[in-house]
Antibody
C-alpha cells in the first residue's frame, strides 16, 4: 500500500535552514508528481510546491518562492524540501502528498506530517 | 494566489443534508474541472473525498457528492452522520500552474 513518511521537522530560529524528507513506498515513485502542503497551527491548508516525476518541472507558492526548494531522488524514492531564510510565518505541519494522476492537484495520499517551528 | 472562499462553518442534524460552497475565480475553479474536496478530522491528515469536481475515490461513501457552476464548486453531504463532523477544504488547480486551497469549513453535526 502507498506510504509516505515525513521527517526532518524541528525548532529553528528565524533566518535559519531546515531540510525535510519524505520517504515513499508502495508505488512507482518516478511516475508521479509530488507536492508539499503545509498547515499552520489552527489554520487551513496551504499548498507550497510540486515537482514532476522526473524532477524537471517545479512550481512554488508566491509565499515561499526563492526560499524553499523542492527536489526528489527517484533512486531513493524520496522527496525533499530545502527550507532557507525561514520566517516565523513558516511555522506549520508540513505534509508530503502524492498526486492522483499527472498534475491534477488532487491528493489521495498524504503523509502524517512533520512539524516545523520557527521561533527565537 | 488568493485562497478560495468557503463559509467558516456549517451545521446540520443527523439525516439532514448540508452543502459547502467554494468560490474562486475564472483563473481557477471557473476554468478547470480540477476541483477537489478533503475531509480533516482534528489531529489527522486530510482525506480526499472528491476529485475532478464530482468523482469519489474508492471507499468514500456515496452520500458525499460534488458539483460546480461557474466559479463556485459545492460539496453536498446528504444523510448526515455523526462521523461526518470534521473540517472540509476545497482546492483547485490554477492558471498559474499552482494549486490553491479554500480557507476551510467546520462541519458540526448537531
Amino acid at each position: 500500500q502507498v506510504q509516505l513518511v515525513e521527517s526532518g521537522g524541528g525548532l529553528v530560529k528565524p533566518g535559519g535552514s531546515l531540510r525535510l524528507s519524505c520517504a515513499a513506498s508502495g508505488f512507482t515513485f518516478s511516475d508521479y508528481y509530488m507536492s508539499w502542503i503545509r498547515q499552520a497551527p489552527g489554520k487551513g491548508l496551504e499548498w507550497v510546491s510540486y515537482i514532476s516525476g522526473s524532477g524537471s518541472t517545479t512550481h512554488y507558492a508566491d509565499s515561499v518562492k526563492g526560499r524553499l526548494t523542492i527536489s526528489r531522488d527517484n533512486a531513493k524514492n524520496s522527496l525533499y524540501l530545502q527550507m532557507n531564510s525561514l520566517r516565523v510565518e513558516d511555522t506549520a505541519v508540513y505534509y508530503c502528498a502524492r498526486d492522483h494522476k499527472g498534475r491534477s492537484g488532487s491528493y489521495p495520499y498524504w503523509g502524517q506530517g512533520t512539524l516545523v517551528t520557527v521561533s527565537s | 494566489q488568493s485562497a478560495l472562499t468557503q463559509p467558516p462553518s456549517v451545521s446540520g442534524s443527523p439525516g439532514q443534508s448540508v452543502t459547502i460552497s467554494c468560490t474562486g475565480t475564472s483563473s481557477d475553479v471557473g476554468s478547470y474541472n480540477r476541483v477537489s474536496w478533503y475531509q480533516q478530522p482534528p489531529g489527522t491528515a486530510p482525506k480526499l473525498m472528491i476529485y475532478e469536481v464530482s468523482n469519489r475515490p474508492s471507499g468514500v461513501p456515496d452520500h458525499f457528492s460534488g458539483s460546480k457552476s461557474g466559479n463556485t464548486a459545492s460539496l453536498t453531504i446528504s444523510g448526515l452522520q455523526a462521523e461526518d463532523e470534521a473540517d472540509y477544504y476545497c482546492s483547485s488547480y490554477t492558471s498559474s500552474g499552482t494549486v490553491v486551497f479554500g480557507g476551510g469549513t467546520k462541519l458540526t453535526v448537531l
